[in-house]
């Protein structure tokens, strides 16, 4: 008897290696649609650089980063207090390729990243995060909030302020980083900042002394923080001030606060999370006393934009391991992706996916426009950034669980990549408001800031000018448009409406759909359209449950050009 052991191919696909920026059908047309042209020409080998690296190095540091956390070393074998994060060294260099050599969280604030001989538009920071959170997720946290710390500093910060703090937080230099934080979260307070309970004691010199606890702190040990204190005898928001904390004195010694504890998590394990308890902690005024919510508010809605960003990173990635798997592996004598009900499934988690990429960089137009000083962008972006933070994050759960049902079993085995997507997925719907509270704030922005005209002048924009609905759909993609407006106009009359989660779904769908449409004008984006039809259908159209589609879909072709 022969007992040589075989060595048979392998039915169990791999995608490791793979380049995810050029292995993604969208990733070129959709920069070059939203991109100016010379930044698209200037910054396209980077992006295919950095696609290899993510389906590669990056994505074993982030496996490996993952595996081991990072841990607190409270005090120093002499006894002196030292609340130093030791983080793992995969990790150390994920920091470095993002800060240093793609300059994630610096480029929208200085000149002469990757080249560039200007602060880069908000297009392209996106775009380039999105790439790089399909390896890391946890990382991009810190990054967000270091450039969202930078921004808000130079809209609220006193000049003086401004020119000590923004040179280290913007710095390329890894060594000479300072990189930021906010401690906004307390036990008593949760997503009611009104409740806020940590107290600013001003000193005579001008600056402040910060009292109490913070309960959820993200990157603990970052250089800077945005804190949110009591300054003020009056109750609810009107009490609360916006304060810089520095990690360190003048004279290099600690600031007088303790990370008592770094947070067992279960996604973005990576990335370090902590209680804070501050002691007299010294810290700086940013803005006007009194007003720190509405301050803050800036640098939380550019959390909300990046959070809805990774979800939408999260998901292509999902999605492209998913197909890599369907196109790969042999069941019952044929390929999973020739199977009826695969293309379904895969098409359902692509719809889903490229809803967040185009409603992302929609978001990114509108901001960039704002920064410039348009009104109405500025109005459509108050609008558009709770929205893809609401349903891109909630879509991210279900994409990443269904990509890991594609891989089967091996799909719940840790040394895949698709459980590490489904726990850090699970983080969007939380971090800086969960569902809830960022649907009411959807109505919000209706109500206090006729945000839903701005709105419906965009949808028309995008649908005027992109490819037409069929013929087939016409009258359905219009009444159903009316019916989410309407829907969004009546929830929005109630401070706490039980219809806030269904309107702002329908919004978002409304606005994916619009810019699908638009898309689809562009070179290499045609099959953009056949996503939007697919919205209509599946997302915004009354359907009866056990009625087959009556509109016929080839989900077999569509998935060819969209996947």
């Known amino acids: 008897m022969n007992t ?73 074998r002499t006894g002196e207090d030292e609340s130093r994060v030791d983080k793992h060294p995969a990790y150390v260099e994920l920091e470095r390729m993002a800060y240093s050599k793609y300059g994630l969280a610096a480029m929208s604030h200085r000149p002469g990243v990757l080249g560039w001989n200007a602060p880069m538009p908000p297009i392209a920071k996106y775009a380039l995060t999105y790439l790089f959170v399909q390896a890391e997720f946890g990382l991009c946290c810190p990054v967000s909030m270091t450039d969202s710390l930078a921004r808000t500093l130079r809209k609220f910060g006193d000049p003086a302020l401004v020119e000590k703090v923004l040179p280290q937080v913007t710095a390329l230099d890894f060594d000479a980083l300072r990189q930021g934080a906010m401690f906004m979260t307390e036990q008593a307070a949760g997503s009611d900042v009104s409740a806020t309970e940590v107290q600013a004691v001003a000193q005579p010199n001008g600056e402040w002394k910060l009292y109490g606890d913070k309960w959820f702190c993200s990157n603990p040990d970052a250089g800077f923080a945005m804190v949110l204190a009591r300054s003020e005898d009056k109750p609810g928001l009107a009490g609360v001030s916006l304060f810089l904390l520095p990690r360190t004195l003048p004279d290099g010694a600690l600031n007088h606060y303790r990370i008592l504890r770094l947070k067992d998590k279960l996604g973005t394990r990576s990335m370090a999370s902590g209680e804070i308890r501050l002691e007299g902690a010294d810290a700086w005024l940013v803005g006007e006393r009194g007003r720190g919510f509405q301050q803050m508010a800036d640098m939380v809605n550019n959390s909300r934009l990046s959070n809805g960003m990774r979800a939408a990173g999260l998901m292509r990635r999902a999605v492209s391991e998913a197909v890599f798997v369907a196109r790969n592996r042999r069941a019952f004598g044929q390929r999973l992706v020739d199977m009826p009900l695969m293309q379904r499934q895969l098409m359902k988690m692509v719809v889903a996916a490229e809803q967040a990429r185009s409603v992302m960089f929609q978001t990114a137009v509108a901001l960039a426009q704002a920064d410039q000083g348009d009104a109405q962008s500025k109005t459509l972006a108050r609008i558009l950034t709770p929205l893809i933070k609401f349903r891109a994050c909630r879509d991210a759960r279900k994409v990443t669980g269904d990509a890991m049902e594609v891989r089967g079993g091996c799909g719940y085995i840790e040394e895949w990549v698709e459980p590490r997507l489904m726990r850090d997925a699970h983080l ?74 269904q309107a702002a779904s329908a919004l978002y769908h409304v606005v994916s759909l619009a810019a699908m449409r638009q898309e689809a004008r562009q070179p290499g984006l045609a099959s953009r359209s056949h996503l939007a039809d697919l919205v209509l259908l599946h997302k915004l159209a009354p359907r009866d449950p056990c009625a087959a589609l009556t509109h016929s879909v080839d989900y077999g072709a569509l998935l060819e050009a969209a996947a």
Not at 430 to 444: F, K, P, Q, Y
Not at 452 to 466: F, I, K, N, Y
């Open 4 to 76: 040589t052991r075989q060595h048979l191919p392998s039915n169990i696909p791999d995608a490791f290696g793979i380049n995810l920026f050029e292995s993604d059908p969208y990733a070129r047309a959709m920069l070059q649609a939203y991109l100016p042209s010379d930044l698209y020409a200037h910054l396209l080998p980077h992006f295919v650089e950095l696609g290899g690296l993510a389906g590669s190095t990056l994505d074993e540091l982030a496996r490996v980063a993952d595996q081991h956390p990072p841990a607190l070393s409270v005090r120093n």
């Open 428 to 501: 969007g719907s939380i971090w800086e408001g969960t569902s809830n509270i960022v649907a009411l704030d959807v109505l919000r922005a209706i109500r206090k800031n006729d945000c839903l005209t701005a709105l419906r002048a965009r949808v028309m924009e995008l649908l005027a000018d992109g490819v037409p609905c069929p013929d087939a759909l016409a009258v359905l993609q219009q009444e159903s448009i009316e019916k989410a407006f309407a829907l969004a106009q009546g929830a929005a009359a109630s401070e706490n409406s039980p219809l806030a989660r």
